[in-house]
């Protein structure tokens, strides 16, 4: 049985590990929270004082962090992961970061010998509980090949996106589109609503017309419009405000290193930051619906406390 350490149990990880477990896999989990790891335990994995006890005997290690300062300082340095694995394990690392850290942490990696691939993921919690989240990978081939069974385990599509670091770029870029495409689905279903239309004919309009789109299929920010989506749910669950506005500002910065004009990106950043300051950035990043609904208190979100968990 292949035994894998899995590191970040958070709204992403928990589910994604889980689904390791159902695979058949040895799990050996950590994260800063222990409720987390004990809910895991729970379903029958090894529970780990720390992120390196969690790799101890694995052949492959997961990880899924909230943002590029905590992936380098869980793998880089002296007191770092990578410096401690040995040669040949396979490394995951599924977090959304910088593509600059994600090639530092390809390069130590190389240097010491051990394998590793950029996988981000896209699918929402929806996606990590149903196992079908789509992964864009970065790195060799030959890698992608010895983890396509575990990826498959969490996952339904699998990109190979490039080399080094590919997985991140096409991560950022997809995030942008989705940015772009929520805000303006979200400015024309207030426009339709304040002038007479029925916001579920419009809806149905638009998805049938020219400006069909993801959101419009799957992911309504209108209230009603669609069940069991988290604009139904009062924006709570889903993909945060401000981790969608964390991987705008990684859009932005990787835009910035090749020369390339973003307006769209920048001014989706600004909004999304704009929620963030007003105390939405714990809701789901549909929230951005109540930017468009001036005078309309009956279906705005609860703000949610400073601190609750990110991951």
């Keep these: 049985m292949t035994r ?3 590191i970040g149990l958070g709204h992403m990880g928990l589910p994604m590990a ?4 159902k695979a058949g896999y040895a799990v ?3 994260d800063l929270v222990q409720s987390a790891i004990d809910q895991l335990a729970g379903e029958g994995a090894q529970p780990a004082a720390s992120a390196l006890a969690a790799t101890r005997n694995a052949e492959a290690v997961i990880s899924m962090l909230p943002a590029s300062r905590h ?3 869980l793998y880089l340095g002296e007191s770092g992961l990578l410096a401690q694995l040995p040669t040949g394990t396979l490394v995951l690392e599924c977090s959304t970061i910088a593509p600059e850290s994600a090639w530092r942490v390809h390069q130590a990696a190389a240097q010491r010998g051990i394998e590793l691939l950029d996988a981000p993921v896209s699918g929402g919690t929806a996606g990590a509980a ?4 789509t992964f864009m990978i970065g790195g060799q081939a030959e890698t992608l090949d010895k983890a396509r069974p575990i990826l498959t385990a969490m996952g339904k599509n699998l ?3 490039g080399g080094d670091g590919a997985g991140q770029i096409a991560k950022v870029c997809n995030n942008l589109v989705l940015a772009v495409q929520m805000i303006g689905t979200a400015e024309a279903m207030a426009l339709g609503a304040a002038n007479g239309l029925d916001p579920k004919v419009l809806a149905e309009i638009m998805r049938q017309s ?3 789109n993801w959101v419009l299929e799957r992911y309504n920010p209108w209230p009603g419009v669609q069940e069991n989506t988290p604009s139904s749910k009062g924006y709570s669950g889903g993909f945060m405000a401000e981790l969608m506005a964390k991987d705008l500002g990684l859009a932005q910065e990787t835009a910035q290193h090749s020369g390339n004009s973003t307006p769209l990106g920048a001014l989706a950043l600004h909004l999304y930051r704009l929620l963030v300051q007003q105390g939405l950035g714990k809701q789901d990043f549909s929230v951005v619906q109540t930017l468009f609904r001036q005078g309309d208190s009956s279906q705005q979100p609860e703000k949610q406390p400073v601190g609750e968990r990110d991951v």
Excluded: M, Y
Aim: aromatic share 14%; charged share 15%; glycine share 14%.
């Design 71 to 73: 992936v380098e300082e």
């Design 4 to 6: 894998i350490a899995f």
């Design 18 to 21: 889980r689904n390791l477990l």
């Design 28 to 30: 050996q989990a950590f």
């Design 159 to 161: 990109f190979h996106a």
């Design 130 to 133: 149903a196992g079908t989240l």
């Design 210 to 212: 020219s400006g069909g």
